[in-house]
């Protein structure tokens, strides 16, 4: 996982998105059998600076694909993937995998702001989930913004290091 998630991000390895995105569709599919889908598809942006760098946001296009497996699936209750995700980075930083743990704790406190319309029910997608203190800050913005249940997608979560 950590190597196809790495390719992606770093090589240009856009061609290992669909079997993530499918796997993950598949596991959704089978733990949302009896649950509400959530309304909304929104990710966890990159700064605009680290697009330009990369040429793209891994996660927009990773969401993107996941939303175009569910549709043929969930028809109508596929949640609903925004134009423009309101999820917005303000604050460029050190990539989080450079950091140190204290670091990332502390690094998105401030770096997200929502601009534009928020469902009560949301999916926040993001690739890697390491300390949650991204998805932490995202879910706070989306609560003051009205979201009444958040339901976070990760591709992967980075296993717990002893302290």
Same mark, same amino acid.
């Given at each position: 996982?950590?190597?196809?998630?790495?390719?992606?991000?770093?090589?240009?390895?856009?061609?290992?998105?669909?079997?993530?995105?499918e796997r993950m569709c598949q596991h959704l599919v089978s733990e949302y059998q009896s649950r509400l889908w959530p309304q909304q598809l929104l990710f966890?942006?990159?700064?605009?600076?680290?697009?330009?760098?990369?040429?793209?946001?891994?996660?927009?296009?990773?969401? +993107?694909?996941?939303? &175009?497996?569910?549709?043929?699936?969930?028809?109508?209750? @596929? #949640?609903?993937? !925004?134009?423009?995700?309101?999820?917005?980075?303000?604050?460029?930083?050190?990539?989080?995998?450079?950091?140190?743990?204290?670091?990332?704790?502390?690094?998105?406190?401030?770096?997200?702001?929502?601009?534009?319309?928020?469902?009560?029910?949301?999916?926040?997608?993001?690739?890697?989930?390491?300390?949650?203190?991204?998805?932490?800050?995202?879910?706070?913005?989306?609560? +003051?913004?009205?979201? &009444?249940?958040?339901?976070?997608?990760?591709?992967?979560? @980075? #296993?717990?290091? !002893?302290?």
């Amino acid at each position: 996982m950590r190597t196809l998630i790495h390719q992606i991000k770093f090589n240009h390895g856009g061609h290992f998105i669909r079997p993530l995105t499918e796997r993950m569709c598949q596991h959704l599919v089978s733990e949302y059998q009896s649950r509400l889908w959530p309304q909304q598809l929104l990710f966890v942006p990159s700064h605009p600076k680290r697009i330009r760098q990369r040429g793209f946001c891994q996660t927009q296009l990773m969401a +993107k694909q996941l939303h &175009k497996q569910l549709q043929p699936i969930l028809g109508k209750a @596929t #949640p609903n993937l !925004p134009k423009t995700n309101p999820i917005i980075k303000m604050i460029h930083s050190q990539a989080q995998h450079t950091l140190p743990r204290k670091a990332r704790l502390t690094a998105p406190n401030k770096s997200y702001q929502i601009q534009g319309q928020i469902a009560e029910h949301v999916a926040l997608f993001d690739d890697v989930m390491t300390t949650g203190s991204t998805i932490e800050a995202c879910c706070k913005q989306l609560l +003051k913004a009205g979201a &009444k249940r958040i339901d976070v997608w990760v591709i992967a979560r @980075t #296993p717990d290091k !002893p302290h």
